[in-house]
């Protein structure tokens, strides 16, 4: 047996949290905690590298697979990746470590026990990406909740209770069902494991059901119209860095599993339900972009570009065309770059200002010019500009649409062009117009650490902007056997 | 001859009970012996349990009225450690309110005693004076802090109601033995059938009796004023101990009597299941004393428990009695947490007096936290297995209604675990509490709190243990 590095993968965030847990806690700016977390996460970061380079990107298989009893004759703890999950798990590891650079100054209290939260969830958000059970998936994929219920609820702002409680009970009520699919399919096939039920596929008679369990819950968390209310209240008042976790990783987790187990496991189910996919899908991306025009509020706004975001991600998906898939799984890795960045730039302007209201800023372009040109580089990707990550995703799922279904392509590239409007707008309104506030002109521009973190990510943006051959590689063989497998249980039934 | 020595657990705590109040008559001053002798006999007695249980597969006494297999071994060694548990961290508890003295461990025993017998009970004689005998010393127990009116309000209002139940029951079990012409388990199971309607009132009865002792709903009325109104130390007693008993007995009724009248009680069962998991959930939701609140999420364990009954399946008695195991750890963990909230000599023990505590206790927050979440079960604590292996089984029946509503239950009880979460994390702190607890009550919140937080690195052997039992 090799070294088991997806293993490792998902303990060593907690073995740091649990040093950390036994430190002595300090209030006010406990750097060596800090020094503790970043270590540890980067750490991993390099460990999730070296899994890339070693990944064999040739074969559709599952690789680096660990496999231990767990519950005798119930659960297996299986885990490994494949094409599709191994970019989460690098985002995952890329984003933590930069969330917890930026937490310098919007946490003021708890700092040790805010970053313990996060590496414990960063833990859980890894397990979720390799879990190959679909038990173990359930218990990484609820557990995820009590970290983020405890990061909006003690560090959020003035709502933060609603929103907490708000996230908590919807994610846990789409959950549920999700629950009773799983045991279902146990007693249906007597596995739960993903590879095994890859092969031996699952009754017609009972996929629409469980497809429907399933999408209860992944629904919730992608999340899509018209369960989405959930999102722009936990944003608003998570701190910046639980914002970024929040957008960037747990979205993903749900679009992560409309792939691997909607589409994976219910094929025919998928084919059946993908008007409603396609109904709900460009609702949210106009209907969201709309509400997202007219926001007061900069985190808002963005929380509701996520919604439309994911919009796209949900229509490419169920597209069931190779272009679609790739470019919704591209999107989401887009999406968490770009949507990290906006918000830790909104939390940049925040900590300085304590304002997060459009109306109170204007004209940022002469007081802070490096903020306004990153800040100019992350909205343009937002919109997908060709060039940037997020054009590349955009691109490609409606590629994907304009194959299966003309009208609904044309419907979610009007998406296109209200999305460009209202980051725009919201850049027009920080940045540019005349300087009427004038505590603004106080305002001191990027200091070094946010300088880096913005970069990190406006790199990886740009760079896979021009060139995504990295990314497609990597999961082009899995997405194709996916198709495959998909029009083979199609033909057969 | 028979062979006594398998009984040797129960004559020894009945020699126990009766050595210690011998000595508390004779010597003056003897609480502290009285409740160190009798720690000393339940450990006594649960080693020669534990002893029993590798020797013996299934065994019958007295004229096949007294039963001895995997399943009564296990819920006795449960009660015993329940009920040492129990004993130790009340002292101090006990000594605030002046009322540290010789006849609560010896109730303790007593009641304890009572719970052995009827979980080994295969005949309804033997039955019912286990259960009055543990009753009768609740009683006393609930009204052991005799100079607070409400704890005396408590005693009564469980003696009526208690008594009431207690009557049903007989009635009940003197149409089975009238339809069945014994009083033994393994006769009437073979000498019922389903033709006769007036045995149905016979089960009936029953199970209403049962479904009072363990609090289901409707018959749940006393649970929140007795649980509220007991001294705290009495309400865990309460909310662990009875149970283990009436669930064990609930067992053996609806599986060896009354196994070929499935069709007759599974629908009263799964009613009682839904309706505690549904209204366990929505009741506690506005409770602001602590107590009441958990009267009110027990309540909706046992509809849990319950749900794991209603299937008539070996997998689902399995479960029901994972759960209730584990529920026992949980409630003893919350019911330390409740212990420790102490300040100069007065209990504390509305919700509100928790606001603020992750900042003056973040460890005794911290547990509480765990417990919570295991509580409302969420992953990858205890509580979620516990629940995991309910559905599993019910969803094995393919009884999906049962399972949605059960699951749908958790969000809305998870809702009010939460709250209590919020109040203790997110809202402003009040006065420190005493820190100065006794090391018994630390160690029992702390390994008990473990157990739930590391239970899914080794889920295994709990099952191992419980698989051992075939009723069926």
């Known amino acids: 047996m090799n070294f088991p590095i997806l293993s490792s993968l998902i303990l060593l965030p907690t073995i740091g949290a649990l040093f950390l847990f036994f430190t002595k806690n300090k209030e006010g700016n406990n750097l060596t905690a800090k020094y503790v977390a970043l270590f540890t996460t980067v750490v991993n970061f390099l460990i999730s590298i070296y899994l890339w380079i070693s990944f064999d990107q040739s074969t559709s298989s599952f690789q680096f697979i660990e496999e231990r009893i767990w519950i005798e004759g119930l659960i297996n703890y299986k885990v490994g990746v494949d094409g599709i999950s191994i970019l989460f798990i690098i985002l995952t590891t890329f984003i933590t470590p930069l969330c917890i650079i930026s937490v310098n100054n919007s946490v003021k209290n708890r700092l040790r026990d805010f970053l313990i939260a996060i590496l414990i969830m960063e833990s859980f958000m890894i397990g979720v990406f390799c879990a190959l059970d679909l038990l173990v998936f359930y218990l990484f994929f609820e557990a995820g909740l009590i970290p983020m219920f405890l990061i909006i609820g003690i560090w959020g702002g003035a709502r933060r209770v609603y929103s907490a409680f ?92 409309f792939i691997r187990f909607s589409l994976g496991l219910f094929p025919i189910a998928s084919e059946v339900f993908t008007p409603l996919i396609y109904t709900l899908s460009v609702i949210a991306i106009i209907f969201t972009s709309l509400i997202a025009l007219m926001q007061e509020d900069m985190k808002k706004l963005i929380a509701y570009s996520s919604v439309a975001h994911m919009g796209f991600v949900t229509l490419g998906i169920f597209t069931l065309q190779q272009q679609g898939i790739e470019g ?44 306004s040109i990153l800040f100019m580089l992350f909205a343009l990707a937002s919109l997908g500009l060709p060039g940037t990550s997020g054009f590349i995703g955009e691109f490609l799922i409606l590629m994907g649409a304009f194959k299966d279904n003309f009208l609904v392509a044309v419907i979610a590239s009007i998406g296109v062009i209200l999305g460009a409007a209202y980051m725009l707008w919201l850049y027009k309104r920080v940045v540019f117009g005349k300087l009427i506030n004038e505590d603004l002109k106080k305002m001191l521009d990027l200091n070094r650490s946010e300088y880096f973190i913005l970069s990190c990510l406006a790199v990886p943006i740009l760079f896979f902007g021009f060139y995504p051959d990295p990314l497609i590689n990597t999961i082009e063989v899995s997405v194709t056997d996916l198709i495959n497998m998909h029009n083979t249980n199609m033909a057969s039934k | 001859m028979e062979n006594l020595n398998l009984i040797l657990p129960e004559i020894f705590i009945s020699l126990s009970i009766m050595f210690l109040l011998i000595l508390g008559v004779f010597k003056n001053n003897s609480s502290k012996i009285t409740f160190n002798l009798s720690l000393f006999a339940i450990l006594i007695t649960t080693i020669i349990t534990i002893n029993e249980t590798f020797s013996v597969t299934r065994e019958t006494l007295f004229n096949e009225s007294v039963v001895i297999d995997s399943m009564s071994s296990l819920m006795k060694i449960i009660t015993l450690i329940g009920g040492f548990l129990v004993l130790v961290i009340s002292s101090t508890y006990l000594k605030t309110f002046k009322i540290y003295n010789i006849e609560y461990p010896i109730l303790i025993l007593s009641s304890i005693l009572g719970m052995m017998v009827m979980i080994s009970s295969n005949d309804l004689i033997v039955f019912y004076m286990g259960l009055e005998l543990q009753s009768l010393a609740l009683y006393v127990l609930a009204t052991y802090n005799r100079d607070q009116l409400k704890s005396s309000e ?16 007989l009635y009940g079990c003197s149409l089975v033995y009238g339809f069945s012409g014994s009083t033994n388990f393994d006769i009437i199971s073979n000498q019922l059938n389903s033709e006769e309607y007036f045995l149905t009132f016979g089960i009936v009865f029953i199970l209403v009796g049962l479904a009072f002792k363990i609090s289901a709903v409707p018959f749940h009325m006393w649970a929140p004023d007795v649980y509220e109104g007991s001294p705290t130390t009495v309400t865990l007693f309460f909310t662990i101990l009875p149970k283990i008993a009436a669930l064990t007995v609930f067992i053996r009724f609806l599986y060896v009597p009354f196994l070929n009248l499935i069709d007759q009680w599974q629908m009263i069962i799964v009613f009682l299941s839904i309706a505690s998991m549904v209204f366990g959930a929505v009741a506690a939701i506005g409770q602001t004393n602590i107590k009441r609140l958990i009267a009110y999420s027990s309540i909706g364990h046992v509809g849990y428990t319950l749900a794991g009954l209603a299937t008539a399946s070996n997998d689902g008695i399995q479960s029901s009695i994972i759960y209730i195991s584990i529920y026992v750890v949980m409630n003893l963990a919350l019911f330390s947490c409740l212990l420790m909230l102490r300040r100069k000599d007065q209990y504390y023990e509305d919700i509100d007096d928790l606001s603020g505590l992750s900042k003056n206790h973040p460890l005794l927050s911290l547990s509480l936290l765990l417990i919570l979440f295991s509580l409302a079960g969420i992953p990858p604590l205890a509580g979620f297995f516990a629940k995991f292996y309910i559905f599993k089984a019910v969803l094995e029946q393919s009884m999906y209604f049962l399972a949605i509503v059960g699951l749908l239950s958790t969000v809305v009880a998870a809702f009010y675990y939460l709250r209590i979460i919020k109040i203790m994390y997110f809202d402003k702190e009040k006065d420190k509490y005493d820190t100065d607890h006794s090391l018994w009550l630390k160690l029992s919140l702390t390994v008990s709190t473990i157990l739930i937080l590391l239970y899914f690195i080794f889920p295994s052997q709990l099952i191992e243990v419980v698989s051992r039992i075939n009723i069926i």
């Open chain 1, 166 to 257: 708000k996230f908590f009970l919807y994610t846990l009520l789409g959950s549920v069902l999700m629950l009773v699919a799983i045991i279902s399919i146990y007693w249906i096939t007597g596995t739960t494991d993903v590879v095994q039920l890859y092969e031996i596929g699952i009754d017609v008679k009972y996929q629409n059901l469980l497809w429907l369990a399933f999408f209860s819950s992944f629904a919730v968390k992608t999340p899509m119209w018209p369960v989405h209310t959930w999102l722009p209240d936990a944003h608003v008042e998570a701190p910046t860095a639980g914002s970024v976790l929040l957008a960037a990783i747990l979205l993903k987790m749900a679009g992560y599993g």
């Open chain 1, 328 to 371: 919704s799984i591209i999107q989401m890795i887009s999406h968490g770059l770009v949507s990290a960045a906006l918000f830790l730039t909104v939390g940049v302007v925040y900590d300085r200002m304590h304002s997060r209201l459009i109306s109170t800023y204007g004209g940022l372009v002469s007081v802070i010019p490096k903020y």
């Open chain 2, 154 to 169: 408590a005693g009564l209002k469980y003696f009526v109601l208690s008594a009431l139940s207690s009557g049903l029951l």
